[in-house]
């Protein structure tokens, strides 16, 4: 571990010293006391701290014993020792106090291809764009959106579906059109960010705010437990795909190649729009509108949202980021079930990604995907959820009474207006038929109940009876 993060591990631990942390020491008797926490059993196996007592000028501790250590230092001294492979995000958290450095060289850049990306847009709604150009333009948003959704993210992060190789290799081709860096990369990044969700550890740690977990963090130095903790993250499926290996070690080029020249040079060439508003419009204002919808997943839909199936973490369900993404908004069934292909368990019809893996499974050449049961999501909702599940809010007795009252007050409300909204058609109706029966005087109307023994009449509570085609009418 570097001696960076290693440091900040020590400064952080160091304040939870009385609680959380295990004393490896000469005192037998706080040992025995430290270990009637079951936390700091737990903790036990991953961090062992080396605490040397007190000493005064002369060497002596705090139980008057004279120590030989050489360096005689007069201060606390904790030497924190590491288990480097077993410390869970929970025991990494955030540190607030911890300054990020900016890379100025990436913060200009972003800014000024959102800039080129504006003037992209304005030349579009001054219609200096062939209509062919902005059609074109949603096309190659939509399909290298799939790239990173249903390619990046999908199969190669979470391995939640098989595909063919012809499918494997065209969601590499439109994943490197979306320009969101090498497959390897990306990959690595999200399995970090689901494995060390919200923390140090984890790149967009959305516990930093909006701005970082947007664009932020791609505008700073990175947090020396993302890069120690990155170097854990098994990609031995990755290395072994030459598909993959071939992309990463070629991406500067390809990018060049497929997400520059190819996409700017189609409008040119086919329907002669100009070189400049095809740049614009093909590659930075699609770029950049992939970039933000892509960035939304890690920010919008970590903030600002409810979470029907854990409210112990940060990310939401979003309807307005599943719009976006294709159907990756719906965060808090993602975070709580990541191996599921759908992503979502109600994302439909916001969740164009799951429909086209849905397609092509038909066609066979999708296959072995995985999807979490309804019945397991139904008790990590009881046992988890925030309540807002549709179907499976909390139990009813976790449920505040005043809540409760307020519930049974919309459904008697709503009783009420349907009921209210019935009378009125009725009577609508009834002076509709008023008017057409020669003032009224050869009316004959019954009211009774709706006739249909079925009763699967749904056009009204209460039937008018006139003759026998009426009651047929209303059966009907
Ligand atoms: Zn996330
Ligand atoms: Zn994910």
């Known amino acids: 571990m570097g001696a960076e993060a290693e440091s900040l591990l020590v400064n952080r631990h160091r304040t939870k010293l009385d609680t959380d942390v295990i004393i490896k020491k000469n005192f037998s008797d706080e040992e025995t006391d430290h270990k009637k926490h079951s936390s700091v059993d737990y903790l036990q196996e991953r961090i062992a701290i080396e605490r040397v007592p007190d000493t005064d000028n ?266 976006m993404a294709a159907g990756e908004g719906w965060h808090n069934f993602h975070h709580s079930f990541p191996w599921d292909y759908r992503a979502a368990e109600l994302g439909m019809p916001h969740n164009l990604t799951t429909t086209l893996i849905d397609l092509l499974a038909k066609y066979g050449q999708i296959y072995d995907r995985k999807f979490v049961s309804d019945e397991v999501i139904r008790k990590r909702c009881l046992r988890t959820g925030d309540g807002s599940h549709h179907k499976h809010g909390r139990m009813p007795e976790e449920i505040p009474e005043g809540e409760l009252i307020l519930r049974k007050y919309i459904v008697e409300k709503q009783k009420l207006d349907q009921f209210r909204n019935h009378l009125e058609n009725y009577a609508k109706e009834d002076d509709l038929n008023n008017n057409n029966n020669n003032n009224g005087k050869d009316k004959l109307q019954v009211k009774q109940p709706c006739a249909d023994s079925n009763n699967s009449c749904n056009k009204d509570l209460v039937c008018k009876l006139k003759d026998k085609q009426a009651l047929n009418a209303c059966s009907a």
Not at 187 to 216: C, E, I, L, M, W
Not at 271 to 281: I, K, M
Request: hydrophobic share 40%; charged share 20%; glycine share 6%.
């Open 58 to 323: 002369n060497g002596n501790d705090d139980n008057g014993n004279h120590s030989n250590n050489s360096t005689n230092d007069t201060t606390n001294k904790t030497k924190v020792i590491l288990d480097k492979s077993n410390l869970l995000p929970a025991d990494i958290g955030t540190d607030f106090n911890f300054k990020r450095k900016i890379v100025w060289k990436n913060a200009i850049g972003f800014l000024f291809l959102h800039l080129l990306a504006v003037y992209g847009l304005i030349i579009q709604l001054l219609g200096y764009a062939d209509f062919r150009t902005i059609l074109y333009t949603t096309f190659l948003i939509i399909a290298s959106g799939m790239g990173v959704t249903m390619g990046a993210h999908r199969l190669f992060t979470h391995r939640s579906f098989k595909a063919k190789t012809w499918v494997r290799v065209l969601l590499l081709w439109m994943h490197t059109m979306a320009g969101q860096n090498c497959m390897y990369v990306w990959v690595r990044d999200h399995r970090q960010h689901h494995k060390y969700s919200d923390t140090d550890a984890d790149p967009h740690n959305a516990s930093r705010g909006f701005f970082f977990s947007h664009v932020g963090w791609l505008m700073s130095k990175k947090h020396p437990l993302v890069i120690e903790y990155g170097k854990k993250i098994d990609m031995s499926d990755m290395e072994a795909d030459p598909w993959i290996m071939f992309q990463k070690k070629y991406y500067k080029t390809m990018y060049l190649i497929f997400t520059v020249l190819i996409p700017t040079s189609i409008p040119i060439i086919f329907w002669n729009e100009s070189y400049l508003v095809s740049l614009f419009t093909t590659y930075f204002y699609r770029t950049v509108v992939q970039l933000n919808f892509t960035w939304c997943v890690n920010s919008v839909a970590h903030i600002f949202g409810n979470k029907p199936y854990d409210k112990n973490m940060l990310p939401v369900e979003s309807r307005a980021v599943a719009i």
